[in-house]
């Protein structure tokens, strides 16, 4: 990312991180956004991943989903604009609510599998 992606996401991160349940991740040339489930094995209930091009993936579990998941708010190349964090900002919200959805189903799932 270049110096002024990096100052924008730094400020949107500190608002991002205030009150989130997401832990942010940097690695060599992407950004990751998880959602981490700790009560029993550790894992990645949801990744959002962004990359040095600003393209957008999406990842539940072990499962990459398709492009189309993101194209409500990026457009037909999933892809970020520079500057406007506030794109981020509403991917998040939205895979948020839909990971804690289906973690009450998840969990709704086993309490009937042990009954």
């Known amino acids: 990312m270049s110096e002024r992606d990096e100052q924008q996401f730094e400020q949107w991160s500190v608002i991002v991180d205030e009150n989130s349940q997401w832990v942010i991740i940097r690695s060599c040339g992407f950004l990751n956004m998880c959602i981490v489930d700790m009560s029993n ?13 600003m393209i957008v993936e999406v ?6 989903l398709s492009n189309s998941s993101v194209t409500w ?5 999933s892809k970020l ?4 964090w506030s794109q981020l900002s ?3 919200s939205h895979f948020a609510s839909v990971a804690v959805t289906a973690d009450d189903m998840t969990v709704k799932f ?3 599998r042990h009954s």
């Not at 604009?81 to 406007?84: D, E, F, K, N, P």
């Open 90 to 92: 509403s991917l998040l």
């Open 73 to 77: 708010v990026l457009g037909s190349d």
């Open 59 to 64: 990842y539940r579990g072990n499962s990459h």
């Open 41 to 53: 094995v550790p894992q990645f209930v949801l990744v959002v991943k962004v990359q040095e091009s």
């Open 110 to 112: 086993r309490a009937c």
């Open 81 to 84: 604009v520079r500057y406007r």
